[in-house]
């Protein structure tokens, strides 16, 4: 399988692991010309800047060891230009979402 069409896989996997948990999917793969969120949600009056890394094995570590200080720097700007477009005045978070090849997953604010 083609990694695009795993990590689509993946992020459809923990949409759905978030909306079982009482979450609300504002956005799949929101995408600016400069950046990309892939999943927004929002729960008890926060939104979710939700970032998806898919692992088959740990053999070459977990995904939460693949967010660089770059890509941290690129989620960041993504979740101030959705909350300066959407006019959000609430809380909100950024979270690192690893997903194993086993199923498995692991949530991870940053």
């Known amino acids: 399988m083609q990694t695009t069409a795993i990590g689509t ?6 949409a759905l692991h ?5 979450y609300k999917l ?6 600016t010309p400069v950046c990309e969120v892939d999943i927004v949600a929002f729960k008890a009056d926060c939104v979710y800047f939700v970032e998806v890394r898919y692992r088959s094995s740990q053999e070459q570590g ?4 693949t967010v ?3 890509k941290l720097h690129h989620m960041q700007r993504a979740a101030e230009i959705w909350v300066r477009h959407q006019q959000w005045l609430g809380e909100y978070t950024i979270v690192v979402a690893e997903v194993s ?3 498995a997953i692991k949530l991870a604010e940053i």
């Not at 978030?18 to 009482?22: F, P, W």
């Not at 977990?62 to 060891?65: H, I, Y």
């Open 9 to 14: 896989r993946a992020e459809k996997y923990v």
């Open 18 to 22: 978030l909306r079982k948990r009482g």
């Open 26 to 31: 504002l956005a799949l793969n929101w995408q």
């Open 62 to 65: 977990g995904g939460f060891s």
């Open 68 to 70: 660089t200080r770059r």
């Open 101 to 103: 090849g086993s199923g």
